[in-house]
């Protein structure tokens, strides 16, 4: 198979995660299995030596579904949930976590049958490593399970995504986020995003992240509540990790454009060299990742959920074989 080039950037940075995953394919669960994208992508990791790929289904079920589409599922793992022995303990473990909302044993039972709910518990036991879904479930189903069965880091309480992101010339790489969440985060959620999408960038690219917190103003330029709180949650951010690299209150231009930067901001230690960005909402987040994939040409890798004990991520319903490959690939490397 031949991936899909990304931006040069983008694929040098899969092309080194590639090495590392060979030497140390990670486990990943993959709860929407009957899709001929993911029994391809499966195929592709497992040949070579990427990743190990486990299908979550009833293995005749599965595997007729293959057939049916010409493609092989020899030596790939396929693990149905009702014959796993730990479902009773899975579906106890789920009541236990839930009694607050009143549910009965019956239905932790029953709850245990939907893939997605028993693969979030099978990462939360320690029986994959990664979890990649929402190809073919809702992605808001998907987060539920995993912040109903995974939950939040215990030093960052926001679950929060971002995305990877490169322009069309290909030389460089950024972090958007969050695009496709929290409508509306609150000064500590967005303290928690810069946090965790800094720390993403700099697991990915392995370079240091500069974070800027976007808004219509810079540098207090336009007095409002929208970007008083950028600016003080770019101070928060600095204070729980003072190496960390961030300034808002920030105009998009002003955290890319050195030239601007020098009129705007020029005291900023990030103002012009910005390569992670922090939307002030997921109206703002999801419009501009668009408008720069569809009228600027960048490419987009994601998104990828942070801010989980255990990384689950979701893939979008529209994506094709080469984005569920690339995902596993990055995800094995942040796990």
Not at 157 to 163: A, E, G, V, Y
Not at 179 to 207: F, H, V, W
Not at 308 to 333: F, G, Q, R, W, Y
Request: charge should be neutral; hydrophobic fraction near 40%; include cysteine.
């Amino acid at each position: 198979m031949t991936l899909r080039l990304y931006a040069d950037l983008i694929m040098e940075i899969i092309e080194k995660f590639t090495w590392r995953c060979r030497k140390n394919p990670k486990k990943i669960l993959f709860p929407d299995a009957l899709d001929e994208r993911v029994i391809k992508a499966a195929r592709y990791l497992c040949d070579k030596n990427l990743a190990v790929p486990i299908l979550l289904g009833g293995p005749i079920e599965v595997r007729e579904f293959a057939e049916r589409a010409g493609l092989s599922t020899r030596g790939i793992k396929i693990h149905c949930p009702l014959h796993d022995k730990n479902y009773d303990k899975y579906a106890e473990d789920f009541y236990q976590l839930n009694k607050q909302r009143k549910i009965t044993k019956y239905d932790a039972l029953e709850i245990m049958r939907n893939s997605l709910y028993f693969a979030a518990m099978m990462l939360r036991n320690g029986g994959a490593d990664i979890c990649i879904a929402g190809n073919l479930s809702p992605a808001s189903e998907a987060l539920e399970a995993a912040v109903q069965i995974i939950g939040a880091q215990e030093e960052n309480k926001t679950i929060s995504s971002f995305l990877l992101m490169s322009p069309p010339d290909g030389q460089s790489v950024s972090v958007f986020s969050d695009c496709n969440m929290i409508a509306a985060p609150t000064l500590e959620q967005l303290c928690d995003i810069a946090l965790s999408a800094s720390e993403n960038y700099q697991k990915l690219t392995g370079r240091e992240a500069r974070a800027a917190m976007l808004s219509f103003s810079t540098k207090g330029s336009a007095k409002h509540p929208m970007s008083e709180k950028a600016r003080r949650a770019a101070e928060i951010a600095k204070e729980k990790n003072p190496s960390l690299i961030i300034d808002g209150d920030l105009q998009f231009d002003a955290a890319v454009l050195p030239e601007v930067a020098n009129k705007k901001a020029p005291n900023s230690e990030v103002g012009g060299k910005a390569n992670v960005f922090i939307f002030p909402s997921l109206n703002a987040g999801n419009i501009g990742y668009q408008i720069a994939e569809r009228l600027g040409g960048w490419q987009a890798l994601g998104p990828f959920i942070q801010g989980l004990k255990k990384p689950m991520h979701n893939l979008s319903h529209a994506c094709t074989v080469e984005d569920i490959i690339n995902m596993s690939i990055a995800a094995s490397c942040m796990a």
